[in-house]
T-cell receptor, first 113, second 115 residues
Framework: EADIYQTPRYLVIGTGKKITLECSQT?????MYWYQQDPGMELHLIHY???????EKGDLSSESTVSRIRTEHFPLTLESARPSHTSQYLC????????????FGPGTRLLVL | AQSVTQLDSQVPVFEEAPVELRCNYS??????LFWYVQYPNQGLQLLLK??????LVKGINGFEAEFNKSQTSFHLRKPSVHISDTAEYFC?????????????FGKGTKLSVKP
């Protein structure tokens, strides 16, 4: 059973606000990921991390930023939210000893008005 | 560019009927293949994966998939579906030599099981 948590689950916020989406995992996994998911579309990788102090941009350009100060924590920040940021954001983690298998959190649904 | 194609965006089926969800990928190199399921308002859960060995892979909830290298396919099957199988299913691929561990997803297939 994967233990990966995301908060908040739902967020409605006004344009221009700064927001941070939280993601934590208790499995000690070294790799963590953020995906953006829109209805009828592929999941798009926006950020990933190989471990503490490592962050990389994914395939989809994003105005968000991430940090990895602790192994278990991988928050995503939007400095100034816009309606185009409305989406579902999924966090995932994986153990490099378990080839390629990613475990997902429940997601955060973001609505920017 | 590498890609994953799920040929059906929606599949309606009656309870206890068999179902096949199709997935094709583009590749000139070796791959790892995955199927994930997403229930409403939840994250993705791993159903099964192919890494190597036998081309027929069995997963949770009675699902199985067959890797066909010549057809670059990894179709998901279940011989008898339940109402509780109603969900969205995502096929994903990871390529040898790609960004380590990164997955490329298809657009998903919504399976709707009717009584």
């Amino acid at each position: 059973e994967a233990d990966i948590y995301q908060t908040p689950r739902y967020l409605v916020i006004g344009t221009g606000k700064k927001i941070t989406l939280e993601c934590s995992q208790t499995m000690g996994h070294d790799k963590m990921y953020w995906y953006q998911q829109d209805p009828g579309m592929e999941l798009h990788l926006i950020h990933y991390s190989y471990g503490v102090n490592s962050t990389e941009k994914g395939d989809l350009s994003s105005e968000s930023t991430v940090s990895r100060i602790r192994t278990e924590h991988f928050p995503l920040t939007l400095e100034s939210a816009r309606p185009s940021h409305t989406s579902q954001y999924l966090c995932a983690s994986s153990d490099t000893r378990e080839v390629e298998t990613q475990y997902f959190g429940p997601g955060t649904r973001l609505l920017v008005l | 560019a590498q890609s994953v194609t799920q040929l059906d965006s929606q599949v309606p089926v009656f309870e206890e009927a068999p179902v096949e969800l199709r997935c094709n990928y583009s590749s000139s190199v070796s791959v790892y293949l995955f199927w994930y399921v997403q229930y409403p308002n939840q994250g993705l859960q791993l159903l099964l994966k192919y890494l190597s060995g036998s081309t027929l892979v069995k997963g949770i909830n009675g699902f199985e998939a067959e890797f066909n290298k010549s057809q670059t396919s990894f179709h998901l099957r279940k011989p008898s579906v339940h109402i509780s199988d109603t969900a969205e299913y995502f096929c994903a691929v990871s390529y040898y030599g790609g960004s380590q561990g990164n997955l490329i997803f298809g657009k998903g297939t919504k399976l709707s099981v009717k009584p």
